[in-house]
């Protein structure tokens, strides 16, 4: 068959892309991981030849989206393993003529938040499973979740058909670790979402600004914030912070941040109420341990701004100065760094440009998705050989 008249039939199951597809106004307290997913997602149904089923863990949470491409569907645990991948039901609705005949490829894009039978049960069914790799932490061995997780992540890594990888260290890790190949796809924009792709130019303000965007827990680090507002005083810190690090390390961040003068804070932001930030910013930092992929990153090259990061740089981005700048784990290269570009308006506007040309070049959804179908079909043809 002629491979632009296959068609795809995509399962994903991710209880966060509720409010997503909703567009609800809750406070944006949703991961990048589910961000990207949502993005895949969307990206996908929009595709003639390609069905989505989104799968939910529980019957009254699932919303109702009006999409030719989109069928919303209650999976339930199997009693035991005789038992199909969704109850019988819903696989006659999954089956049913708006979905037409069966399809060439299917496939189940999983990250590391599903159950790991729900995926088992894919797999009984035919159904490939491609895993998602989010965060450094997961593959490299470093101690930076449980022994619990760990091991959650290790059934996920050994029963998936596929992995993909955002970056080199997971590539390599998964490769010295476990043994296992993977395709390296990088995350991406929407660019009908106006609410992430924030297509900002470089403006001027009265006061040159660092903006830092992220939850509050251990691994994103925004307390760094605070030294850094004490040895730069002149310099405007704005931070957008959501909490998942528990009640008492968000109030002590919060505190730490809001008594010194030159730090304004924002809390639970929707996703509009970024725009303004990015855009009135005069370079945007990361101050995190690890991460597989920012989507600050992405963020900030689509609003032109230089990414400064004190130790993230996958798959060495930011080594060669064109998109920002790497500290490579150096506080005080980090700060000599901040100054730097701060008081040079010229560079500033030179990596803006390249950043925002190398986001559009390589990031939009567009070229990431035909990456994921490309993939999913050699998962697909392997397994079913």
């Known amino acids: 068959m002629n491979k632009q008249t296959k068609t795809y039939t995509v399962y994903f199951a991710l209880d966060g892309f509720l409010g997503l597809f909703e567009d609800s106004q809750q406070p944006w307290t949703i991961g990048g991981a589910e961000i990207q997913m949502y993005y895949l997602a969307s990206s996908l149904a929009d595709l003639p030849n390609v069905n989505v089923i989104l799968l939910y863990s529980n019957k009254a949470s699932i919303p109702t989206i009006s999409h030719p491409h989109i069928q919303t569907v209650e999976y339930r645990k199997p009693i035991d393993r005789g038992m199909p991948f969704v ?17 060439d490829v ?3 894009m999983a990250t590391n938040n599903e159950p790991i039978w729900l995926l ?29 997780a760990q091991a959650r992540i290790d059934d996920y890594i050994l029963t998936a058909d596929g992995i993909v990888v955002q970056n080199i260290n997971q590539q390599s890790a998964l490769r010295s670790r476990y043994n296992r190949s993977s395709r390296m796809i990088p995350n991406s924009f929407n660019k009908k979402d106006v609410l992430r792709a924030k297509g ?47 009640d008492t390390l968000y109030r002590q961040t919060l505190y730490d941040l809001n008594i010194l003068p030159n730090v304004r804070t924002h809390i639970s932001l929707d996703p509009q109420d970024l725009v303004p930030l990015y855009r009135e910013a005069t370079l945007v930092i990361n101050t995190s341990s690890t991460e597989g992929f920012p989507n600050t990153l992405i963020e900030a090259s689509l609003a032109e701004k230089p990414y400064l990061s004190l130790e993230v740089d996958p798959s060495g981005l930011l080594s060669d100065g ?15 760094q901040i100054q730097s570009l701060l008081s040079d308006s010229k560079r500033q506007k030179t990596i803006g440009e390249q950043a925002n040309k190398f986001a559009q070049d390589n990031w939009s959804i567009d070229k990431v998705t035909s990456q994921y179908l490309e993939y999913a079909e050699e998962v697909y043809v392997s397994k079913h050989q």
């Open 87 to 103: 109850s019988r039901r819903y696989n006659r609705e999954i089956n049913d003529a708006q979905f037409g005949t069966q399809s």
């Open 120 to 148: 088992n049960e894919a797999k009984l069914n035919g159904i490939p499973v491609i895993f998602r790799i989010n965060g450094d932490s997961l593959v490299d061995g470093m101690g930076l979740i449980t022994e619990e």
């Open 322 to 336: 064109t998109l920002g700048l790497c500290a490579q784990g150096d506080n005080e290269l980090f700060i000599r």
């Open 106 to 108: 299917s496939f189940f």
């Open 200 to 246: 900002g130019k470089c403006t001027s303000s009265a006061q040159d600004s660092v903006l830092w965007v992220g939850r509050v827990d251990a691994i994103k680090r925004p307390w760094i914030i605070a030294e850094l507002a004490r040895r730069l005083p002149d310099v405007q810190f704005v931070c957008a912070l959501h909490n998942r690090g528990g």
